[in-house]
């Protein structure tokens, strides 16, 4: 091949390469065109979302200051600043008080026994006066047998309840005492006892007539008298007679405090004698006002039993019998 054939191919594929370049030159400036053109037109949106935003942002400003202005004409001068609201807090757990231990029952507790007082539900007194029969062989049956009880015809061991309760002594104390009473009176027996403690009127003793025997009921009666106790059930006769039952005999009387309410009997003058030396002073003049355990009209012993259907041995004639309390039944 001659140098000007060689030549014009170059200059062909010269050409060739001025037109490729060009083509693609063209392509790039069109492109370039559209994209300039596109950012333009963001450009113009910018501005125009930028200047509505400015022109919200001027509107939101003017109704602030607006409404601070009429705020502050509105308040007051020397406007405290508001203080911040305290955080509350968990008060404290309290400790829990421990229950008192009260005593559910006399169990374990022998008549005469003091309890402490704080031992004593004063709710629920009604657990410390409990009643039971009397059976053959228990410790009450062993108690009474041949002496305050005998197997007879008027009295069966089964009519009798054996009480045991509480009392305030002569000191004030809760004191253990017992009973044994006719089951027809039981329950009144038991509600009266209560009373007395609740108000606290004073009995000095209540023993089993048995733990004064003396070989027979007057002499054990006389003896439990003597050491002002009180009693209730003896099988015996009326004081004075062989053959007439007392009401004791029935387990339906009750002598209560006997020395500052003795058995009084009057002579012609009016005055009264009682056998038991250590009772002298209360067998006449008595006022229940002035002389501490003494029972007349106005004490409670006398409103209590009377309001439970029984009656007074102070309201007897001749003698007085001013500690005894009865219910007729039989």
């Known amino acids: 091949m001659d140098n000007n054939k060689i030549k014009k191919w170059i200059f ?4 060739v390469i001025f037109l490729l370049v060009a083509v693609m030159l063209g392509l790039s400036m ?9 950012i333009k037109n963001l450009e113009s949106d910018v501005q125009e979302l930028q200047e509505k935003l400015d022109e919200a942002s001027s509107k939101k400003t003017e109704a602030q200051e607006t409404e601070l202005t009429e705020g502050q004409e509105k308040e007051p001068e020397n406007t405290p600043a508001p203080t911040e609201t305290p955080v509350p807090t968990e008060p404290p757990t309290p400790t829990p008080t421990p229950s008192p231990a009260y005593l559910m029952d006399l169990t374990g507790y022998a008549p005469g026994e003091i309890i402490e007082d704080s031992l004593i539900d004063q709710v629920n007194l009604g657990q410390y006066f409990s009643s039971s029969m009397i059976v ?13 009880f005998r197997y007879n015809d008027n009295i069966a061991l089964s009519d009798l309840r054996y009480i045991k309760l509480i009392h305030r002594n002569y000191n004030g ?22 009373q007395f403690y609740m108000y606290g009127y004073q009995i000095n003793s209540m023993y089993l007539i048995d733990n004064f025997w003396r070989g027979d009921g007057d002499s054990s009666d006389f003896a439990s008298i003597d050491v ?14 062989s ?5 004791h005999a029935y387990g339906l009387a009750i002598d209560l405090n006997p020395l500052e309410n003795p058995y009084v009997r009057f002579d012609g003058d009016g005055y009264g004698s009682s056998a038991h030396d250590n009772a002298q002073a209360y067998n006449n003049n008595r006022s229940s006002a002035t002389m501490p355990h003494v ?14 259907g029984f009656t007074w041995g102070g309201d007897w004639s001749n003698p007085k019998d001013y500690q005894h309390f009865q219910k007729e039944l039989y």
């Open 295 to 308: 029972i007349d009209h106005e004490d409670l012993a006398y409103q209590l039993f009377a309001d439970h």
């Open 30 to 38: 069109r492109q370039t065109i559209i994209l300039n053109n596109q």
């Open 12 to 15: 062909g594929l010269e050409c």
């Open 228 to 241: 002002n106790n009180t009693s209730a059930f003896c099988y015996r006769t009326v004081t004075g007679s």
């Open 243 to 247: 053959t007439n039952l007392s009401n």
């Open 173 to 194: 104390e809760t004191q253990v005492g017992e009973l044994i009473v006719n089951a027809a009176i039981e329950a009144d027996v038991i509600d009266i006892f209560m």
């Open 136 to 148: 053959e062989g228990d410790p009450v049956f062993e108690r009474i047998i041949d002496r305050s």
